[in-house]
């Protein structure tokens, strides 16, 4: 018989399992509600149900607060942990107040759902994620302060060719950051675009700039990527006796 | 004189793959006819030519369905396969009905047009991709919940944002979400888009991690296929003796 | 005192390049002369001056033609080239008709364009950028198969999701495919877009295969360049001695 | 005690890189307030005190100017350097005149936010970018050539297909440049697209080969990192004494 201990911090028995998906079944379940009750069109009974399915959630993970405080020791280990401070976070607006927008604070439990990736079937994954990511930390970093005066100037430039024509849009280097935003990204809502000349023009490089944004970060982590699934096959060989080399 | 049987099952004699590339055709056929019939200004001559058209098609599909049945041993193994039930499937609404729309069934036939894949010459690709596909396995599954939790804070954050300014596009969660998908795979439609300031700023951080969005699901094919090209060497060095090794 | 033909043919002495690049700037100047031509508000000088520039170009090219037609031996191997007949086809509108639309037929000339890689400093990366095809040229092909089924796909689906609520821009599959492809590659010019809930649910699983699509061809270059690099360094190995590996 | 000298030009000490800190902190204040001072409804108490930001910015700069040029030995050699220049272009607009659209010569000060990479932390990563951009500079030419090639011949067939149906959206081949420019990158704003068959299908064409001119200048940058991580890994074993190899 395993201690309620036991049940909660253990991940790698079946009923420490059962309770981890439990608990992330309800944090999905509490975030449709949630979503659901953003619809406009909903009737007063929907509406009072989901008030219902509200307090319920909120019961539960109000139980699931205590139970970890309980069996945390000291207890104010768990009380100001950053999980425990999330969790919080998560209940507290219910007891305080009828506020509908402290609600949305909910969203922050969405950071528990990835204790879902420290399961055992996805180590391997997310082991080689992370150490691509530390591969290519500086580079990413290099890479977005580059990106950040690129959006600087293509705003500045656009702003100068086109503020005259189209005084609205291009209101503001502010104004033209956003445009720059949407086309380096090469995402286009078509909201904003040149249409002068030589705004055209400036585009024009300015995409021939975006095609590196793009392919710089595929590129970081394409070849971190590589070199960690390299680095991984090396350490395997290394415990494994060098079956692969020794020729 | 090949049997019945050769001609449907074998691949790799001239008279199989004449068939199989006949099939094939019809399948092609098939599809080219019913998109044409979605056609709103058909003249009655064309609509009555394709209804002939298709019931042809249906006939020869019928005759296939019969063939393979017959040379499969026990004829089940066949009707309860996958590709059985596909087959008949592709058929029989025609028989049942001249209901329209469940035609469109015969779209799952397409599922046949990978048998094109099994053929001899791209065997090679085919194994490779699949390699590929086996090794980042792991790492698509975590990209894939990664880019679901990212899409759904992107989309409680742009809500709150808009939801003020433009009720009717940012009417829910729901709504907002398919704002979060045309942004961060970079489509862009331009049907929605943030109007206020901090509704672009957060647009700005989404779209920062949209790139991440385009950029690991592609650092994973390339990373991957690469160590598949690498892998096919070694065996291939296995094989024949590592003349590139021994030195 | 170099003799014409060795002029013309020659790329590896100062006057054949010369030579060269002069024909590869005429073709330039006589493309952007085309294009200059087609705005809509030219006045009747520029017209006139862009008319006697046209002869001139197109006297310059007669000259060339001949030349070469002249140095060949013999002059049908020239004539009947593939070079021989698109130079042929950049020529014979002007004497045959003033018929503007098919001077456009010189964008032929574009082709010849590609002479300019062939000259000795790009020959390293022009071919790495052959090998890198070679290498994924069966993957190529695999991947644009399984585009072409995915788009069909993608179109018959949204078409059963859209046609009843946007007759005018889902009218039939072929409209569809229009939707697919500039969905499936991002592009998203924003003319058509689905507006049910069930269209939009099937975007979003659309667009996680679009995803896909825009991955696979740069995994492939990626993974290709990276095989081509590799295969050019052993090759240097091989010939230089191995000292790398020397160890 | 150090010298202005050693303050100014040393970047290992922690005096010289406070000043460094301290200029970079500046040049982007300077750019914000440059930003701001572009919104079209700023009252005249936020217009006044953004000017004397502006005098005392300035005023900082010329400091700055001065202390460079006077520790230079000789002066000269400070003042017609290429930062030299920058910085005196960044004052100078000041002294000369209240012209405002003088002022955004500043933006050219952002080079000098590059020398916040040449800072130890970023080094290994810069070097690493730089032999990357080193070992595909051919590539990235031979791209680019091919891409104009390939965006004016998409310009020129949609121009011929797309003309006569909407003769303002495609009035001339330049008109048809610029749709060619953002279909390609997939930007895609949506103020100009195909509405005839023919376009529409030349579109899917060209899409396709958009496809490519994402893909291959992610693949060079991922192929080309690769290689520069590979052989850096490379020196340092030939640094180190080949522990990795010696097996």
Redesign the interface.
């Known amino acids: 018989m395993p201690s309620l201990k036991q049940v909660i911090e253990q991940r790698d028995t079946r009923i420490g399992r059962g309770f981890d998906y439990a608990v992330q079944g309800l944090i999905v379940l509490s ?1 449709v509600a ?2 659901v009750e ?3 069109d909903l009737g007063p009974v929907a509406r009072r149900w989901l008030n219902v399915g509200e307090a319920v959630i909120v019961g539960l993970f109000t139980i699931e607060y205590l139970a970890w405080a309980w069996v945390a020791t000291p207890t104010r280990r768990y009380i100001f942990s950053f999980y425990g401070l999330v969790d919080l976070c998560a209940i507290l607006p219910f007891y305080l107040t009828a506020g509908i ?1 402290l609600r ?1 604070v909910r ?1 922050l439990r ?1 950071l528990r ?1 990835f204790r ?2 420290k399961l055992v ?2 180590s ?3 082991r ?2 992370h150490t691509a990511l530390l591969l290519a930390k ?2 990413i ?2 890479f ?2 580059l990106t950040l ?1 690129l959006l ?2 293509a ?2 430039g656009i ?2 060719f086109e ?1 005259e024509a189209q ?1 609205e849009a291009f ?4 104004h033209s950051l ?1 445009w720059a ?3 380096m ?7 904003v ?1 040149p249409i002068t ?1 030589g705004g ?1 023009v400036f ?2 490089f300015v ?2 700039m ?18 960690a ?1 390299r680095l991984e096959a ?1 350490e395997k060989n290394a415990d494994g006796g ?1 079956e ?4």
Do not use: K, N
Request: hydrophobic share 50%.
């Open positions: 975030l949630f979503s953003t619809l406009p927008d949305s969203a969405l759902l879902l990736f079937r996805y391997a994954a997310m080689r994620f500086e580079e970093v290099l977005l302060c005066i600087f100037l705003a500045v702003y100068h503020h005084p209101a503001s280097v502010f956003w935003v949407a086309t990204t090469t995402v286009g809502y078509g909201d675009y000349v055209r585009t024009f995409l021939l975006g095609l590196g944004v793009i392919a710089v970060p595929t590129g970081l982590v394409a070849s971190a990527l590589t070199q699934r090396e060098d692969a080399r020794r020729d």
